[in-house]
């Protein structure tokens, strides 16, 4: 008898995967897809729960970079690498130079989330993302691709996706697991603790409605002093817990969504808030007016009186009108067919 082909194989690589992190759960929705098309997945990370562990690869940088060598023998056997972030942010830059070399020549999707000139603090940052004849470019927003091309990278826009079929969570139960009365208003703000999410807004935004502020998110990037200081000093009842059950239940939980980010390169909160038909203050960051442009009606983050007339007097069609868009957009399916595209010109499709 001659052996069964296997199936081809991708590897999925990044700093950290399996968290919930914006960059883990795409990388997580990423993986089913390819799955259910056919494909063997591997995953490999510095950290979390992956296949293949290699601990240089991880940030926050806990030791020196991986060699060459543990990256070709952590991905050889994938007929397709994804790299997911890190090509793309120099949090590592000494496992992406590794990463850089090791994969030169073969089949790669670099997925960026994000790029250096996109934040302050790697502004001056030349020469990312890397490129090779061998690789190609996605970006999770049209801004990033239109900066590529500027300087000279082709790339791809696949937007997030997410499942527009989920059916939305138990309010009344999670808010008794939460400890919130009967007509207590509840502001979610479904986020990491870092500095660019700006929880003060979110606070501030929370003390003008009257409402609870529910954190779900831990402090990262050496943001815990300056959390802890802002949430002891808010003039409003705080919560700092991860969701009891599923995120469906803390969206169904809550009255209305905080997301006063300065930057994201996406930001899956616009779309969850959407699809849980929960109203929803953003700050109007450059991807947000992207996706704004669709047709989504949001409310600010500066001024609390829109909002709170809104939840006075609630406008159920404004919520319709954003989940329709939402389930029109940003659906997995759609997700698929790009994806599966992209790889077809790698040949691996």
């Known amino acids: 008898m001659q052996p069964q082909a296997r199936p081809p194989r991708i590897a999925l ?25 056919g494909w063997e997945v591997v995953t490999v990370a510095g950290d979390g729960p992956v296949d293949r562990l290699v601990p240089g690869l991880a940030w926050p940088v806990v ?20 790299v997911e972030n890190l090509c793309s942010l120099p949090l590592n830059p000494g ?13 790669v999707i670099l997925h960026h989330h994000d790029l250096p000139w996109q934040r302050e603090r790697f502004a001056d940052v030349e020469g990312w993302p890397a490129d090779d004849p061998a690789w190609r470019h996605v970006t999770i927003n049209d801004l990033s691709r239109h900066e590529l091309a500027e300087r000279g990278i082709d790339a791809v826009t ?52 009257g409402a609870t502020y529910w954190l779900t998110g831990p402090a990262e990037e050496d943001y815990l002093p300056t959390l802890d200081a802002v949430l002891a000093a808010a003039r409003c009842r705080v919560l700092h817990r991860p969701a009891p059950t599923t995120m469906a239940d803390a969206y169904a939980a809550a009255d209305a969504v905080a997301f006063p ?23 109007r960051y450059p991807v947000a007016e992207e996706l704004a442009a669709l047709g989504f009606e949001w409310f600010p983050t500066d ?13 159920d069609a404004l919520l319709d009108r954003n989940r329709a ?25």
Do not use: Y
Request: net charge negative.
């Open 158 to 209: 696949i937007r997030n996706g997410l499942d527009v079929d989920q059916p939305l969570g138990e309010r009344d139960a999670t808010r008794r697991r939460l400890g919130v009365a009967d007509g207590e208003r509840l502001l979610l703000h479904p986020v990491r603790a870092i500095e660019r999410k700006d929880v003060p807004a979110a606070v501030a935004l929370a003390e003008r409605l």
């Open 63 to 82: 030791g020196p970079p991986p060699t060459v060598e543990e990256v070709t023998a952590a991905t050889d056997d994938a007929d397709v690498v994804i």
């Open 13 to 37: 690589l990044s700093f950290r995967l399996g968290g919930t992190d914006g960059v883990a759960v795409v990388a997580d929705s990423w993986a089913d897809i390819l799955r259910d098309a």
């Open 95 to 107: 496992a992406t130079a590794v990463v850089v070399d090791a994969l030169a020549g073969r089949p």
């Open 303 to 315: 001024d609390a009186a829109p909002l709170a007339a809104f939840l006075d007097a609630p406008d």
């Open 261 to 283: 980010s300065r930057w994201e390169g996406f930001g899956n909160p616009l779309v969850e808030s959407a699809l849980h038909r929960r109203p929803l203050a953003v700050h």
């Open 325 to 349: 868009l939402a389930r029109k957009h940003f659906s997995l399916d759609r997700v698929r067919r790009e994806l599966l595209d992209v790889l077809d010109t790698l040949g691996g499709g």
